[in-house]
């Protein structure tokens, strides 16, 4: 009985000082996620020129979004920008991560060259692209030019129809070691002796590959995907740095977007009607994945 | 237990240490209250404004030793985004640089600078600058402004290129189509430009309309009183502007690159022109200055007034600065005619005071103001003279002309609706 008391009464001082020590990030992210995340709800309902206080327009910021062309040019680019980075660095990721996790010679090397990319700050990254697509001087043009191919050189970040698909190539770039770290991290973990049980039974290596490796590094594929997801709906910096979103919006992102309309024109309320459309967006994808996931892991 | 709570203890002097700058931060406050302390920031930040405008304030603390000027300077572009921060806080900068015309008056509209009044008449700036400075400067006719330096839009040319093919500077279209032609057989590029800051694109604009529509259908259209999709707008964009780029009088690919990085192709010799604000000397390598001339840009319609691009800039002290006395006596210091002829001397701008001695002045100032002095009308520029995001979405609109200009009539019938939106 009074042993108990005793455990009781250390149990109460450990929730004391879990408290004490969660109140402080507690309050931080109420004041500074949780209130202005609700505060851009509000502003989104309002037209706001940051001078004179708000004033109440209701829906009429997000009728205007349905009619503005540079906002669906905008998420469209953002969408594109999803559909290549749940894709490309993902293949080619866990590829580089198969190939790398042998004991091959300069292995060491290989992963460090191709993790270094994400090393660089994102400006400095873009920066350098800015010049290797330089079309009078560039790298790209001058190699193309120099082995025969003069046609196939152009103005990569200077016409509307290659400027995305330039900017998103570096974002691949970027993100294609990053990846691979994950899936080496998670190679790790995968149980050698299944891997050569299945061979025992037959299993060719591309079988065992896809029905006893990848399903272990299913958790990490999640991990991948929704950090994929969240990373191309937020991207900015590189847009900002190589083209403001320009030629004539073919490059702009919501993010960007934002940027202009909030910081530029002043349009508080209509910014914060984007960033909303934002938020809402990367929210259905990632609850709908994520609920995918959940459903399947119970089926198993 | 006593672990426990020196841990606690640990962790919250950790997570606390990050606020320490802001307690000690509370000093500083204190010294800005001072009564004789005034925080002037500035966008001057290219490198060769940057070394005048320090000289300028350390002319006026020695004279004022008593003074403490606390002088920041930001990047242009920053400056822009930060500026309304600036007016609106508690204890705002006491001066601040900024442009005439439109893009002021958008401030002074919402209360947020310092009726200048009494101080453009105890300088006498009423006689010492032009009406139309004063104008200007202005918001329902009264001045929250003080102009002090300006600058022209011209077309910019390599002396020898033109030499070396036998051409003069054109005076008429047809004669500078024939210079354009010229240079194209000849295997050079008339002009360079970079259109990856759009702005660029913005001067063909506003000097194309005005030559060819007169300057008052220009600021009309500006102030937001004409439609972007009138005739006379297309007749722009299909019969002067699209020849010129249909016969690629423009180097290729030119949304990517930067004005500055535009000039490297008229030092090298493959384009001959540029369309330009004389800031171009900023940038313009040194060595080659000497063969750099520039001429007006050509009639095209000789029964029009002539218009030309000249932006303005000055100073302006937000409403509630705490210090109005000492930020006007620096602002009258910066309008002063000794200041403005020291950076008319350093800079290469003209001043706007209008005692200022010619004598000191270079060839290329001389003809400068000449050009002004000959127009009828002066505009500040395209994003100056219209409303902020009307400039953004014009911008956007002459570069995706640039690269599809076939589309003229699509690309200003949106333009338009943009404009009915933007000024409703």
């Known amino acids: ?300 | 237990m006593k672990r426990n709570r020196k841990l606690v203890m640990a962790a919250l002097t950790l997570l606390l240490l990050p606020a320490a700058p802001f307690l000690f931060a509370g000093g500083q406050q204190e010294v800005e209250d001072e009564k004789n302390v005034i925080v002037y920031n500035s966008f001057l930040s290219d490198p060769d404004a940057r070394v005048v405008d320090e000289a300028l304030v350390e002319m006026y603390q020695d004279r004022n030793p008593h003074v403490t000027v606390v002088h920041s300077i930001v990047a242009h572009e920053t400056y822009k985004d930060a500026l309304p921060a600036y007016l609106r806080a508690e204890n705002p900068p006491d001066v601040l640089t900024w442009m005439a015309g439109e893009t002021m008056r958008f401030y002074a509209e919402r209360d947020l600078l310092l009726d200048l009044t009494d101080l453009w008449a105890d300088e006498s700036w009423d006689e010492d600058y032009t009406e139309g400075f004063r104008e200007l400067s202005s918001y329902e006719g009264v001045p929250y402004f003080v102009p002090t330096n300006y600058y022209w839009w011209a077309v910019y040319y390599q002396k020898s290129v033109f030499e070396e093919h036998g051409l003069e500077p054109p005076e008429t279209w047809d004669e500078f189509l024939e210079v354009c032609e010229t240079l194209k057989a000849n295997g050079v590029t008339p002009f360079t430009i970079g259109t990856r800051g759009r702005w660029t694109a913005g001067g063909w604009f506003d000097i194309l309309n005005m030559r060819v529509n007169g300057p008052e259908f220009h600021m009309s259209l500006m102030d937001g009183n004409e439609s972007y999709n009138d005739p006379r707008v297309l007749d722009v964009f299909e019969n002067y502007w699209r020849p010129l780029i249909d016969n690629g009088y423009f180097i290729d690919d030119a949304a990517a690159y930067s004005w500055s990085e535009a000039i490297p192709f008229m030092t090298s010799g493959e384009a001959a022109m540029f369309l330009m604000g004389d800031f171009i000397r900023d940038a313009y390598p040194a060595e080659y200055e000497d063969d750099l001339g520039f001429f007006q840009f050509p009639i095209i319609d000789p029964n029009i007034p002539v218009g030309i691009d000249a932006p303005t800039d000055g100073f302006m002290i937000p409403a509630n600065t705490r210090n109005p006395e000492l930020a006007k006596d620096f602002v009258a210091f910066m309008g002063s005619l000794e200041a403005q002829e020291y950076m008319a001397q350093e800079l290469g701008r003209l001043g706007t005071h209008s005692k200022i001695d010619r004598s000191i002045l270079t060839e290329s100032q001389i003809q400068g103001i000449e050009l002004v002095e000959s127009a009828d009308v002066v505009a500040q520029f395209y994003g100056r003279d219209t409303h902020d995001e009307m400039q953004d979405r014009g911008y956007d609109a002459f570069v995706e002309f640039w690269e599809n200009t076939g589309d003229a009539q699509r690309i200003l019938d949106r333009l338009e609706e943009d404009r009915v939106r933007i000024f409703q």
Do not use: C
Request: charged fraction near 15%; avoid cysteine.
């Open chain 1, 1 to 300: 009985m009074k042993s108990q008391r005793l455990v009781n009464r250390s149990r109460r001082k450990e929730t004391r000082t879990a408290f004490a020590f969660l109140l402080l990030p507690v309050t931080v992210y109420l004041i500074w996620i949780i209130g202005p995340m609700l505060y851009t709800f509000y502003l989104s309902l309002t037209e706001w020129d940051m001078f004179t206080s708000p004033t109440f327009v209701g829906l009429a910021n997000f009728r205007r979004l349905a009619a503005d062309p540079v906002f669906h040019r905008s998420l469209l680019n953002n969408l594109k920008w999803m559909v290549v980075f749940i894709t490309v660095p993902i293949a080619a990721g866990l590829s580089l991560a198969m190939v790398l996790n042998r004991k091959v010679r300069g292995s060491t090397f290989f992963k460090a060259s191709f993790f270094m990319p994400m090393v660089l700050s994102l400006v400095v990254a873009g920066l350098v692209w800015s010049w290797l697509y330089n079309p009078a001087h560039g790298l790209i043009n001058t190699v193309l030019r120099g082995i025969g191919l003069p046609q196939l050189a152009r103005g990569w970040l200077a016409n509307a129809s290659t400027v995305m698909e330039s900017i998103i190539a570096v974002g691949v770039w970027r993100q294609v070691g990053y990846v691979m770290v994950f899936y080496l991290a998670g190679l790790q973990s995968v149980n050698k002796d299944l891997v050569d049980a299945s061979r025992v039974d037959g299993a060719g290596s591309w079988k065992s590959f896809r029905h006893v490796v990848l399903p272990q590094l299913a958790p990490i594929t999640t991990v991948v995907i929704v950090i994929s997801i969240i990373d191309s709906l937020r991207v900015f910096a590189l847009v900002a740095v190589m083209t403001d979103g320009g030629p004539h919006n073919a490059s702009n992102v919501l993010a960007n977007y934002i940027y202009l309309t909030g910081f530029q024109w002043y349009q508080m309320g209509y910014a914060a009607a984007i960033a909303v459309v934002l938020f809402l967006l990367a929210f259905v994808f990632i609850v709908f994945y994520l609920s995918r996931i959940a459903r399947e892991e119970d089926h198993a």
